[in-house]
């Protein structure tokens, strides 16, 4: 009988030996609680000044075309010397061309979203977001991962304005670790105008793949 015994001892230690491999093992594959919120890619766009801007381009382009037009009429009067004149319009040519090339460089940056955002908040708990006193290009707002909607008010040079989103989600683990999807499902604004195009598909918007363009 006494065998017997020792190898039920034995064989009740590799036992617990074993049910503690697979709680470590369990425990290893466990995900992580931290959360990866979805988040809104948006590029906001002064409207106004690029409309001014571009105005003052077309007038310029008018402008320079009524000069051409001029110098080659004067080339043509073989009475009188015109050099004075043409070399005049010339370089009032000269300087309007400058001019609009400053413009130019102005409205390239306006078209690339480049703004001074002073705050964007959300009423719904959302942590502030408080952007660098540089400007940017594209900022990453975080939607609300337990609701189907985030609503901001967005502080832009000077002049407050709204911006809601919403979103359908879903719950995934990568790499051990839980991340929440938003798929958009609109993104409006009484202030802004609001535009966008889905990257992934044309029903599927999935929000962290998506810039949102928001013209003021």
Known sequence: MRPVIKMSLKFSAFLS????????????????IDNIDPFLNIVFINGDSLDQLNALIEEIDLTVKDIDDTIA????????DRTETIDSLNEEKAALNTTKSAFNLTVTDIESGSVRVFGISSPAGINPIIPS??????FRIPLNPAEDISE????????????KATYERNTVVE?????VEAFLTDVISESLEITY????????????????????
């Open 133 to 138: 006193p540089d400007s940017a290009e594209i």
């Open 73 to 80: 009429i004067l080339a043509l009067d073989s009475v009188i």
């Open 152 to 163: 901001f008010e967005i502080s832009l040079e000077g002049q407050q304005y709204d911006l």
């Open 175 to 179: 790499q051990r670790t839980v991340i």
């Open 17 to 32: 030996l074993c049910v503690l491999i697979v709680a470590l093992s369990c425990e290893d594959t466990e995900p992580e």
């Open 197 to 216: 195009i889905c990257q992934d598909s044309s029903t599927t918007c999935t929000s962290n793949e998506t810039t949102v363009t928001a013209r003021f």
